[in-house]
């Protein structure tokens, strides 16, 4: 009776916040692993000069393209072990990738971009666990706005135009903390359509699956910023 007037049962509570607390954990556990391979290829300037000069960094960013749509589509087809060693593997080539990104910023600007997107983050996340509004019926306006926006990036490779680097970051900021509020909102509705009790392999997947969209925003969002507010070298 509760669950059909839109209230949760104690059981259902606990296992909502449990799964919410589970995507945090693994999100901050794949976010802290990227930036420890981060700081370790940023202590030696000559591994990323490497990673340029052998072209390495094309077959790392292809592989890292191809194992999150892999782990995107089959995540529920998989073992929970090999589901999280898919996404720390994927935290780990995200963080030599991203570490070709922030050697050309200051370390200052980085740690004060890192402050504003997690402040961002959390603003938009709670925005989305306290708002009475569906989010759902943006998702598809954001998807047609993340693909312009990856055909507008990869335009801009070829024209270098200042103005499109600008209005492509600000484009990518507001996408992006849309996303956040949308994957947040969507994890917790996929948390509430649980029927009370759910099998430890398929809590896991799901863990993962909510952890990889939440760390793809994030991850995405503070690139974006830093393009706005990072200082170059």
Same mark, same amino acid.
């Given at each position: ?5 839109? !209230?949760? /049962? ?9 799964? *919410? ?11 802290? %692993? /990227?930036?420890?391979? #981060? ?16 072209? *390495?960094?094309?077959?790392? %960013?292809?592989?890292? *393209? ?15 072990? /090999? ?9 780990? @080539? ?19 971009? @890192? ?9 938009? &996340?709670? !925005? ?6 569906? @989010? &759902? #019926? ?7 706005? =993340? ?10 490779? %070829?024209?270098? &135009? &200042? ?6 970051? %600000?484009?990518?900021? =507001? ?6 509020? !949308?994957?947040?909102?969507?994890? =917790? ?13 398929? !809590? ?20 974006? =910023? ?8």
């Amino acid at each position: 009776m509760f669950e059909k007037a839109g !209230y949760l /049962t104690p059981e259902r509570a606990v296992k909502e916040r449990s799964l *919410l607390r589970n995507v945090y954990m693994w999100m901050t556990g794949g976010l802290a %692993f /990227t930036g420890v391979v #981060s700081l370790w290829m940023l202590s030696d300037p000559m591994r990323i000069a490497h990673l340029f000069q052998s072209h *390495l960094i094309w077959v790392i %960013f292809i592989g890292k *393209l191809g194992l999150v749509f892999f782990l995107s589509a089959r995540i529920m087809k998989m073992s929970p072990q /090999t589901a999280v060693l898919a996404f720390i593997t994927y935290s780990g @080539l995200t963080g030599v990738t991203l570490s070709a990104i922030l050697f050309a910023y200051t370390t200052a600007s980085i740690t004060s971009t @890192l402050f504003i997107t997690a402040g961002t983050f959390a603003g938009m &996340s709670l !925005y989305a666990m306290t708002t009475k509004r569906d @989010l &759902s #019926s943006i998702g598809s306006y954001l998807m047609m706005g =993340l693909i312009g926006l990856i055909i507008a990036s990869v335009v801009n490779i %070829f024209l270098g &135009s &200042s103005t499109l680097h600008w209005l492509v970051s %600000f484009a990518g900021v =507001l996408i992006f903390c849309g996303l956040v509020a !949308y994957d947040t909102q969507h994890i =917790l509705k996929m948390s509430r359509n649980f029927s009370g009790s759910i099998a430890d392999e398929d !809590y896991m997947r799901f863990s993962i699956l909510g952890a990889l969209k939440l760390y793809l925003d994030f991850i995405n969002l503070f690139i974006f =910023l830093l393009r706005i507010f990072g200082q170059r070298r």
